[in-house]
T-cell receptor, first 109, second 117 residues
Framework: QKEVEQDPGPLSVPEGAIVSLNCTYSNSAFQYFMWYRQYSRKGPELLMYTYSSGNKEDGRFTAQVDKSSKYISLFIRDSQPSDSATYLCAMSGNYQLIWGAGTKLIIKP | DADVTQTPRNRITKTGKRIMLECSQTKGHDRMYWYRQDPGLGLRLIYYSFDVKDINKGEISDGYSVSRQAQAKFSLSLESAIPNQTALYFC????????????????FGAGSRLTVL
């Protein structure tokens, strides 16, 4: 079993929908939970990160961590075609990052 | 110019050839990493370096070697390329400010696509 599980998708939704992307993990030592966005033919770029449990909001994006369930989520409100990308979750407990496989998201105009 | 530059962006080579992928950064970060990305497998760490004299193996270092020529330069070599090393390779950097927060945020290059025939 992988330390971090993430559905590879693709996930296809209409423009304007609320998108929910998720990862589960097994290592309770993880303290930092990150979401990276990767456009086609580009490197991943940090979208946002959260320390421990709770929510963090940045514009249309909300990251949520539930440590009791070992489950993290990224919500995208009012999704736009420009949000079409692969979203990777990553987690760390001691500076080493463990990555999910990434979920490919397609927003249809 | 990009903060993290990788060359070449694309390379096709034959089995048994020696290949070098180069990475340079203008971020001033002390930590540098090489990852490979395969569909369905995500990012896997090959090697990482915390400074010029500190090089460490990642989870999939077999068949690869690295050289940290300067704080800003970190190259990855495949001494004798094989087809299952066909992948997208990323260089990334981070700085020790992450050691205060523990978050270890990475800045990635645009990637080098390697095909081994």
């Amino acid at each position: 079993q992988k330390e971090v599980e993430q559905d590879p998708g693709p996930l296809s939704v209409p423009e304007g929908a609320i998108v929910s992307l998720n990862c589960t993990y097994s290592n309770s030592a993880f303290q930092y939970f990150m979401w990276y966005r990767q456009y086609s033919r580009k490197g991943p770029e940090l979208l946002m990160y959260t320390y421990s449990s709770g929510n963090k909001e940045d514009g249309r994006f909300t990251a949520q961590v539930d440590k009791s369930s070992k489950y993290i989520s990224l919500f995208i409100r009012d999704s736009q075609p420009s949000d079409s990308a692969t979203y990777l979750c990553a987690m760390s407990g001691n500076y080493q990052l463990i990555w999910g496989a990434g979920t490919k998201l397609i927003i249809k105009p | 110019d990009a903060d993290v530059t990788q060359t070449p962006r694309n390379r096709i080579t034959k089995t048994g050839k020696r290949i070098m992928l180069e990475c340079s950064q203008t971020k001033g970060h002390d930590r540098m990493y090489w990852y490979r990305q395969d569909p369905g497998l995500g990012l896997r760490l090959i090697y990482y370096s915390f400074d010029v004299k500190d090089i460490n193996k990642g989870e999939i270092s077999d068949g690869y070697s690295v050289s940290r020529q300067a704080q800003a330069k970190f190259s990855l070599s495949l001494e004798s390329a094989i087809p299952n090393q066909t992948a997208l390779y990323f260089c990334a950097t981070s700085d020790t400010s992450g050691s205060r927060t523990g978050a270890n945020v990475l800045t990635f290059g645009a990637g080098s696509r390697l095909t081994v025939l």
